[in-house]
Protein backbone atom coordinates (compact mmCIF):
# COMPACT_ATOMS: atom_id res chain seq x y z
CA UNK A 1 0.00 0.00 0.00
CA UNK A 2 0.94 3.79 -0.96
CA UNK A 3 1.99 5.93 1.97
CA UNK A 4 -0.34 9.07 2.92
CA UNK A 5 2.40 11.19 1.49
CA UNK A 6 2.00 9.01 -1.72
CA UNK A 7 -1.53 9.46 -1.93
CA UNK A 8 -1.25 13.15 -1.01
CA UNK A 9 0.56 13.60 -3.67
CA UNK A 10 -0.91 11.51 -6.48
CA UNK A 11 -4.13 13.84 -5.06
CA UNK A 12 -2.72 17.19 -5.66
CA UNK A 13 -1.33 16.24 -8.77
CA UNK A 14 -4.65 14.87 -10.00
CA UNK A 15 -6.42 17.93 -9.28
CA UNK A 16 -3.17 19.88 -10.59
CA UNK A 17 -4.30 17.86 -14.42
CA UNK A 18 -7.86 18.22 -13.72
CA UNK A 19 -7.25 21.68 -13.41
CA UNK A 20 -4.95 22.34 -16.82
CA UNK A 21 -8.30 21.70 -19.10
CA UNK A 22 -11.08 23.24 -17.16
CA UNK A 23 -14.59 21.58 -18.32
CA UNK A 24 -16.64 23.06 -21.07
CA UNK A 25 -20.44 22.92 -19.50
CA UNK A 26 -22.11 22.62 -16.31
CA UNK A 27 -22.17 19.14 -16.80
CA UNK A 28 -18.76 18.42 -17.41
CA UNK A 29 -17.95 20.19 -14.15
CA UNK A 30 -20.27 18.69 -12.27
CA UNK A 31 -19.12 15.44 -13.12
CA UNK A 32 -15.45 16.86 -12.36
CA UNK A 33 -16.52 18.25 -8.84
CA UNK A 34 -18.18 14.90 -8.01
CA UNK A 35 -15.04 12.61 -9.12
CA UNK A 36 -12.49 15.22 -7.21
CA UNK A 37 -14.85 14.61 -4.45
CA UNK A 38 -15.34 11.00 -4.11
CA UNK A 39 -11.73 11.12 -4.64
CA UNK A 40 -11.21 13.15 -1.45
CA UNK A 41 -13.30 11.62 0.13
CA UNK A 42 -11.35 8.29 0.27
CA UNK A 43 -8.39 9.86 0.92
CA UNK A 44 -9.87 11.65 3.92
CA UNK A 45 -10.96 7.96 4.90
CA UNK A 46 -7.46 6.59 4.41
CA UNK A 47 -6.14 9.66 6.77
CA UNK A 48 -8.21 9.15 9.59
CA UNK A 49 -7.94 5.13 9.21
CA UNK A 50 -4.29 5.58 9.54
CA UNK A 51 -4.12 7.94 12.45
CA UNK A 52 -6.39 6.12 14.13
CA UNK A 53 -4.59 2.42 13.98
CA UNK A 54 -1.04 4.58 14.57
CA UNK A 55 -2.69 6.15 17.66
CA UNK A 56 -3.79 2.84 18.98
CA UNK A 57 -0.36 1.26 18.17
CA UNK A 58 1.11 4.48 20.19
CA UNK A 59 -1.38 3.34 22.84
CA UNK A 60 -0.11 -0.16 22.89
CA UNK A 61 3.37 0.63 23.06
CA UNK A 62 2.60 3.31 26.40
CA UNK A 63 0.84 0.14 28.10
CA UNK A 64 3.71 -2.50 27.04
CA UNK A 65 1.73 -4.62 24.57
CA UNK A 66 3.18 -4.33 21.67
CA UNK A 67 0.98 -5.57 18.42
CA UNK A 68 4.41 -7.40 16.97
CA UNK A 69 7.46 -7.34 17.78
CA UNK A 70 9.76 -4.69 17.00
CA UNK A 71 12.74 -4.33 16.34
CA UNK A 72 14.75 -1.53 18.79
CA UNK A 73 15.08 1.19 15.89
CA UNK A 74 11.40 1.04 15.98
CA UNK A 75 11.04 1.87 19.25
CA UNK A 76 13.05 4.60 19.00
CA UNK A 77 11.53 6.24 16.31
CA UNK A 78 8.13 5.25 18.41
CA UNK A 79 9.64 7.39 21.09
CA UNK A 80 10.53 9.60 19.15
CA UNK A 81 7.29 10.34 17.76
CA UNK A 82 5.80 10.29 20.69
CA UNK A 83 8.11 13.35 22.51
Sequence with gaps: MKSISHLLDDFTQYVRDCSNSLPN???????????HTTKYQNLKEKIVTSSAKGE???????????SSDLPPSAINNISAIER
Design 25 to 35: SVEEAKNQLND
Design 56 to 66: EFLNDMKRGNP
